[in-house]
């Protein structure tokens, strides 16, 4: 089969959800057999998300392969278990890097550079994937970030408009909006898709498929009206009315038949509705999880989206527990000796989570501090882990001025030193130690037991580490180095056996955890959440 090329546009509004669509259709056309892949193309200038601050972009997800990227992909990985590489996520800054590179290597033999053709032909190569070593796919799905009609995505709107043509039936166009619901007026109003739609044209682009995000549920008369508006066929109109979770979303598609749409316009038979038999149990558990347990983020970042991807982590590994997890978000920075025990109240278990810089780390300390000397069960990933090794040297080891060497560059008792490697970077960008490695993991341990194998390999997004020359003190003192990278010598993971579950990461397990693979540290943490009542 021909591989064919799904183009994914939001109009109106942002924040409607469009990784969400991406990747359940995804998903949906994974279950028919096919292979898919999914990418998002950003109009920011940035060359990735990496140097952005969370509040601007929400997490930074990362790749296998060490890409700093947009959080739809973490959406693409958990609903397909898909892999991702740094071909799934492209900037408009990337774009124009690799065009101004190649006119400065005098490439371009003397020719003018333009928006038209120069970048919209690296766009339109990178939606192809020309470059890329790719399994033969069946599909490649394009989301396309911020909403059309933006100055800068215009070249974006360009590039599909110019494969479209090129590819006829291999390419289709899938076009989200919003329909609001005037309270006073009592009406849904289809007026602003109506409008999205006429500015899509207006660049070229017909849309096939119409998914219309509603908050009320949208009669088959306010389809017809859409549908005829638009120049859209009325089974190709099909509505994202909200949901209690965002893992229904595929089976609503399903039921309205938006991937079989896709295949129609395409002209590939449509054949049997999957049954997606692993994905009901999963929503059949998560309905069933009615019981809450308590879980504390112990972080900075006071933005859903910052934490996404632990979150998400979260929630799974608690429906496959059978309890909800109920996520608070504890702001690091209000911790004082004096009231932690107040900030933790109630709570099962806490995460400390990932960061940079000093903002936020005593209270970070104090709160691992907290449930070390009362064993609740604690998960520290990246800076969170930090954090739990340098509150051990202080309290435990009698160090009390240690610290990390990012938060200060003088301390005598350096247990996180900057990794050697990162001593001569000058630049910002990209240069962190990212993506997966090896980790061996000590028989034994709970880590081990977790895993149920030795070797494992973990993403990871830091520049500092746990100084080895500290080591054997902290294991003589009750905290085990259980997870090693082989490679370097790294210690990847700090447990205290004598506690209930009293655990770091140097590493980020919450960029693997799929809706059908929860990672299976998350699921022990859950659990000993759970037996901690
Ligand atoms: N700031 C720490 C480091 O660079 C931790 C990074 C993180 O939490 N992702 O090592």
């Not at 110019?162 to 909006?177: E, F």
């Not at 329909?179 to 006073?184: E, R, S, T």
């Not at 399903?254 to 079989?260: F, I, K, S, Y």
């Amino acid at each position: 089969m021909k591989t064919n090329y799904i183009f994914i546009t939001g109009g109106v509004v942002s924040s409607l959800g469009k990784g969400i669509i991406s990747a359940s259709l995804g998903k949906l056309l994974q279950a028919r057999g096919y292979k898919v892949t999914i990418q998002k193309f950003d109009p920011y200038i940035n060359i990735d998300p990496g140097t952005l601050n969370p509040y601007e972009h929400g997490e930074c997800y990362v790749t296998e392969d060490g890409m700093e990227t947009d959080l739809d992909l973490g959406h693409y990985e958990r609903f397909t278990g898909i892999r991702t590489t740094r071909h799934n996520s492209i900037t408009t800054g990337r774009i124009y890097k690799t065009v101004i590179d190649r006119e400065r290597r005098g490439d371009y033999l003397g020719k003018t550079i333009q928006v038209v053709p120069h970048i919209t032909d690296e766009i339109k190569r990178r939606m192809l994937r020309v470059d890329e070593k790719d399994e033969q796919l069946d599909f490649v799905i394009t989301e396309v970030g911020g909403t059309i009609g933006d100055i800068e995505s215009a070249p974006f709107m360009e590039a599909i408009r110019q494969l479209r043509w090129q590819l006829g039936h291999n390419a289709v166009c899938v076009h989200l909006t919003y329909v609001p619901y005037l309270k006073a007026a009592g009406e849904l109003k289809t007026k602003p898709t109506q409008h999205s739609v006429k500015e899509l044209q207006g660049m070229g682009i017909q849309p096939d498929i119409l998914v219309l995000r509603t908050e009320c549920h949208l009669d088959d008369a306010m389809r017809m009206k859409v549908a005829s508006f638009c120049n859209v066929d009325l089974e190709c109109v099909v509505q994202s009315e909200d949901m209690p979770s965002i893992y229904e979303v595929p089976v609503s598609m399903q039921r309205q038949g938006l991937d079989a749409a896709v295949l129609r316009k395409i002209g590939i038979p449509v054949g049997e509705t999957p049954t997606m038999t692993g994905w009901h149990a999963f929503l059949d558990k998560q309905r069933n999880a009615t019981k809450e347990i308590h879980i504390g983020l112990v972080g900075k970042y006071d933005l859903q989206d910052a934490y996404k991807s632990i979150r998400e982590s979260l929630n799974l590994a608690g429906i496959y527990n059978d309890v909800k997890a109920k996520l608070h978000f504890i702001n690091s920075e209000n911790i004082t000796h004096e009231n932690v025990a107040d900030q933790l109240k109630g709570m099962a278990g806490i995460v400390v989570c990932p960061g940079f810089g000093q903002r936020g780390i005593e209270g970070k300390i104090i709160a691992a501090e907290y449930t070390r000397t009362h064993d609740i069960p604690t998960f520290g990933i990246c800076l969170g882990m930090q954090m739990m090794v340098i509150e051990f040297a202080r309290n435990v080891l009698g160090y009390k001025d240690a610290n990390s060497r990012e938060m200060d560059a003088n301390t005598p008792h350096n247990v996180i030193d900057i990794m050697e490697e990162q001593k001569s970077i000058t630049q910002m960008g990209g240069t962190m130690r990212l993506g997966a490695y090896e980790c061996n993991l000590r028989e034994g341990s709970r880590v081990y037991e977790a895993y149920g194998q030795v070797h494992v390999q973990e993403r990871h997004r830091h520049r500092y580490e746990f100084n080895n020359n500290y080591q054997k003190e902290y294991e003589k003192a009750g905290m085990q180095c259980v997870g090693i990278n082989p490679a370097a010598n790294l210690v990847e993971i700090v447990e205290i056996p004598n506690l209930r579950w009293y655990i770091g990461t140097q590493f980020h397990p919450e960029y693997s955890s799929t809706v059908l693979r929860p990672h299976p540290l998350f699921m022990s943490f859950l659990k000993a959440c759970i037996e901690s009542l």
